[in-house]
């Protein structure tokens, strides 16, 4: 029997939080939006671990856009140089304060279209954060987890994170859009990882297509 697109996308949802039922992000050290914006742009390219360990005596030393604004290059770099990229990330960082305090009174916006033109933001930032503080449903922030496993699972037959995202939003409710996020990262990283999917211990495997597991296997 064959069941319908909007059927498998609830069958996944539906295992996938019976499967992670605290999947939540793994940015922990943060207590306003401008601190979660923050520790997201820091994780570009770096892991979560590596943001948690550094943020603590940042958000110390500089809890607000104000003071972040004010702080020199050489400052943010100290605090944050065990972070992958942390020289251009010093420089996001310090413009990001510098454009919330003058274009939004410290505050942080919450469109993606104004967050995008924030230094060191892309879609992928703003939706993190429009979904996990504001409880803004505007888009559905596609990592590289989101990215491989939407293949595998044949939601998407694109490889650009813009195009997952709008293939994404199609089918996956809009009250999910924050969610789908973080329990595919916890797929991806527990199960269904790059190099070595272990499809013959996943619950999704009677409904899992597998599209491109060979192929990744070879690369
Ligand atoms: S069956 Fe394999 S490819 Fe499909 S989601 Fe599970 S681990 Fe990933």
Redesign the pocket.
């Known amino acids: 029997m064959t069941i319908s697109v909007s059927q498998r996308v609830e069958q996944i949802l539906s295992l996938l939080e019976t499967n992670y039922p605290n999947s939540t992000g793994s940015l922990i050290n943060f207590s306003s939006p401008f601190q979660l914006l923050t520790a997201a742009i820091l994780s570009a390219q770096s892991t979560d671990k590596q943001v948690n360990a550094v943020t603590p005596k940042l958000f110390e030393r500089f809890p607000n856009p104000i003071l972040l604004s004010h702080a020199t290059i050489e400052e943010i770099e100290s605090l944050i140089s065990s972070v992958g990229l942390y020289k251009n990330k010093a420089k996001f960082l310090k413009n990001m304060a510098s454009h919330l305090t003058e274009k939004y009174n410290s505050n942080v916006p919450t469109t993606i279209k104004e967050l995008i033109k924030l230094p060191g933001v892309g879609r992928k930032t703003a939706n993190v954060l429009l979904n996990d503080w504001f409880g803004i449903h505007e888009g559905i922030a596609v990592d590289t987890h989101v990215k491989r496993?939407s293949y595998?699972?044949e939601l998407t037959e694109n490889s650009n994170p813009n195009k997952i995202e709008e293939d994404l939003k199609l089918i996956i409710p809009e009250g999910k859009w924050g969610k789908i996020t973080h329990l595919l990262i916890d797929?991806g990283r527990k199960?269904?990882r790059a190099q070595e999917?272990?499809?013959n211990e996943?619950f999704?495997?009677t409904i899992?297509p597998?599209i491109g597991?060979i192929k990744d296997l070879k690369k």
Request: with cysteine; charged share 15%; aromatic share 0%.
């Open positions: 496993i595998r699972l797929h199960i269904c999917p272990l499809c996943c999704l495997s899992c597998r597991v």
